[in-house]
């Protein structure tokens, strides 16, 4: 895959002297969902709104498909849909008509067939002739997509696609950006949901204080980073771990039948055969063994509290 959006050397300083982001590098591959998790003021909406040419560059170099977007903004911005969180959109305006005027914005033609291939992909079809202020939230939501896709950009920018929206909507919302993926367009999302990230994006990058800490294939992250638990369920309750299990990670878990064993998963030997040895040897029986890996929540909330020590 090429580069779709190339960011160099990328930094912001406003007039107070603060840093919203410190000689920042990121190359999106085109046709990749990355998702970009931080905390608030971490350089989230500032490094996108670069990217879309919205806010002024310190210094670095952006570009998108090939065009600056300082030197030919025109160009650039073209090829980009921005889905921001505010749902500003004129209340009495019918969606057709309002995703309609967003492709006019960008100085295209008409196109009716294109205008409804977009609403029925979001399941708005339906609600074409509704005003805006007749839709729920998340209906609104997808009028946003719609507005952001009406004039056929290679890459998107979702900022929090999914806030206040419902579980059920949540993982429809999930399946429109995976459609759009199969289409070959380029998507950059940020949510707070780690779930999301988790679940849709072929890569995660972390940002915190204007800095990427790190940009890792999905799989890849929670592999190299996650650990994995194992719970033990006891025949009997137990006050406290036997001291011949001291060396052992264990910790009780939330049954008091139940000792928790963390390992990690790129270690050589996990040394799970020889603590149920040592188990039975310690007079425990077990009843039942299970194991889970941990979310991609605990890996970037570690990650954070690293970059903040």
Same mark, same amino acid.
């Given at each position: 895959?090429?580069?779709?959006?190339?960011?160099?050397a990328v930094r912001k300083t406003y007039?107070?002297? =603060?840093?919203?982001?410190? =000689?920042?590098?990121?190359?999106?591959?085109?046709?990749?969902?990355?998702? *970009?998790?931080?905390? &608030?003021?971490?350089?989230?909406?500032?490094?996108? !709104?670069?990217?879309?040419?919205?806010?002024?560059?310190? $210094?670095?170099?952006?570009?998108?498909?090939?065009?600056?977007?300082?030197?030919?903004?025109?160009?650039?911005? !073209?090829?980009?849909?921005?889905?921001?969180?505010? +749902?500003?959109?004129?209340?009495?305006?019918?969606?057709?008509?309002?995703?309609?005027?967003?492709?006019?914005?960008?100085?295209?033609?008409?196109?009716?067939?294109?205008?409804?291939?977009?609403?029925?992909?979001?399941?708005?079809?339906?609600?074409?002739? $509704?005003?805006?202020?007749?839709?729920?939230?998340?209906?609104?939501?997808?009028? /946003?997509?719609?507005?952001?896709?009406?004039?056929?950009?290679?890459?998107?920018?979702?900022?929090?696609?999914?806030?206040?929206?419902?579980?059920?909507?949540?993982?429809?919302?999930?399946?429109?950006?995976?459609?759009?993926?199969?289409?070959?367009?380029?998507?950059?999302?940020?949510?707070?949901?780690?779930?999301? @990230?988790? @679940?849709? @994006?072929?890569?995660?990058?972390?940002? &915190?204080?204007?800095?990427?800490?790190?940009?890792?294939?999905?799989?890849?992250? +929670?592999?190299?980073?996650?650990?994995?638990?194992?719970?033990?369920?006891?025949?009997?309750?137990?006050?406290?771990?036997?001291? !011949?299990?001291?060396?052992? &990670?264990?910790?009780? =878990?939330?049954?008091?039948?139940?000792?928790?064993?963390?390992?990690?998963?790129?270690?050589?030997?996990?040394?799970?055969?020889?603590?149920?040895?040592?188990?039975?040897?310690?007079? *425990?029986? /077990?009843?039942?063994?299970?194991?889970?890996? !941990?979310?991609?929540?605990?890996?970037?909330?570690?990650?954070?509290?690293?970059?903040?020590?």
């Open positions: 895959m090429s580069a779709m959006i190339s960011v160099r007039q107070g002297g =603060g840093d919203a982001l410190r =000689g920042v590098d990121l190359e999106i591959e085109e046709g990749e969902i990355l998702a *970009l998790l931080g905390p &608030n003021g971490a350089g989230k909406t500032t490094l996108i !709104s670069i990217i879309c040419g919205l806010t002024t560059i310190t $210094s670095g170099t952006v570009e998108v498909g090939g065009h600056d977007v300082i030197r030919d903004f025109r160009s650039a911005r !073209s090829l980009i849909g921005l889905v921001p969180q505010e +749902m500003t959109m004129e209340p009495f305006e019918t969606v057709t008509r309002t995703v309609k005027y967003s492709r006019g914005l960008f100085g295209l033609r008409r196109d009716d067939a294109h205008i409804e291939s977009v609403l029925r992909q979001l399941s708005l079809w339906d609600k074409r002739d $509704s005003p805006i202020r007749e839709l729920s939230g998340g209906m609104k939501r997808r009028v /946003l997509i719609a507005k952001a896709l009406s004039h056929e950009p290679r890459v998107l920018f979702l900022d929090e696609p999914t806030a206040g929206v419902d579980v059920e909507l949540r993982k429809d919302m999930w399946k429109v950006v995976r459609d759009l993926k199969a289409q070959g367009v380029t998507i950059i999302l940020t949510t707070h949901y780690i779930e999301e @990230a988790e @679940a849709i @994006a072929d890569r995660i990058g972390v940002i &915190n204080k204007g800095e990427i800490l790190l940009i890792e294939e999905t799989g890849a992250l +929670m592999k190299r980073m996650g650990r994995k638990e194992m719970v033990i369920e006891l025949a009997r309750p137990l006050d406290a771990i036997p001291e !011949s299990l001291s060396g052992y &990670n264990l910790s009780h =878990g939330r049954e008091p039948t139940e000792i928790v064993f963390t390992y990690d998963t790129a270690a050589e030997r996990t040394g799970i055969t020889r603590l149920l040895t040592d188990l039975q040897s310690a007079g *425990l029986v /077990l009843r039942d063994i299970s194991t889970r890996q !941990s979310s991609l929540e605990e890996i970037f909330v570690g990650l954070v509290k690293e970059d903040a020590a």
